[in-house]
């Protein structure tokens, strides 16, 4: 029986991703002007700030609300010093303001979530609200969203490891049969919920966010924990599991 069920923010309960489409492609357009013929194609600048944001993340095990917006100022840089040009300090600074406009003064709560949260609660579930980043960022998201009152205790955490959720069982003297996990990342939700004992319900709405959870396709499964882990396509499931 599940009598906690832990919940992903970004893109399990609050459109997230948009966020970064706009910025992602000023930036590339901001290059691809200043280098003209020199300029990599906006798919790779798009995909190389990817990669650099992994590569920090892996590496300070945070993310800063800087991650984002220093992923970009670096491609800059890679394809200025690949063209043999000095980088302009007008894009610099161009591409710095737009990229730091993900920060949304708005986010909104995907549809249905709410109702799925109320009906948990009135199955007597403890509801956390589990979402790694930057605090301010995230605890922002959750006020503006209406979400805090929803949930019966809030883990904003700088990474999510393995680590992380058996601190999370600890604190709240948790078994992990008795837990579970909704996230839409099998790197960062599920992957390392099942590795704690939790049971694990990962989102999968389509496979646009696999090119950053996942882009080499190298996260798996291992057979041990496969019969905790449970594919949905809308937080309904979940809901449906508990009947």
Not at 106 to 121: R, S, T
Request: glycine share 4%; proline share 5%; hydrophobic share 35%.
């Amino acid at each position: 029986m599940i009598k906690t069920i832990c919940f992903d923010l970004d893109d399990s309960l609050i459109y997230n991703a948009y966020a970064y489409h706009l910025p992602q492609l000023d930036a590339a357009r901001l290059i691809c002007i200043d280098l003209m013929w020199h300029s990599p194609s906006p798919d790779y600048l798009i995909k190389r700030a990817m990669e650099i944001q992994l590569e920090d993340i892996e590496k300070s095990q945070y993310v800063s609300k800087q991650c984002f917006p220093n992923s970009w100022l670096q491609v800059y840089r890679e394809s200025c010093q690949k063209a043999g040009r000095t980088p302009n300090n007008a894009i610099l600074g161009a591409i710095l303001l737009s990229t730091e406009k993900y920060f949304l003064p708005q986010y909104h709560v995907i549809e249905g979530a709410k109702e799925v949260l109320k009906e948990i609660a009135e199955r007597d579930i403890k509801k956390i609200c589990v979402t790694r980043g930057d605090f301010d960022i995230q605890y922002y998201k959750i006020q503006s969203t209406l979400l805090e009152g929803y949930f019966d205790d809030l883990e904003i955490v700088p990474i999510k490891t393995t680590e992380t959720y058996c601190r999370i069982l600890d604190k709240y003297k948790l078994l992990p049969s008795e837990t579970a996990m909704v996230g839409d990342s099998l790197k960062n939700d599920i992957i390392p919920a099942l590795n704690a004992g939790f049971k694990a319900f990962h989102l999968i709405e389509d496979d646009s966010t696999r090119e950053w959870d996942d882009p080499n396709g190298l996260v798996k499964i291992e057979p041990l924990r496969a019969r905790n882990y449970h594919p949905i396509r809308t937080l309904r499931e979940v809901v449906n599991y508990l009947d």
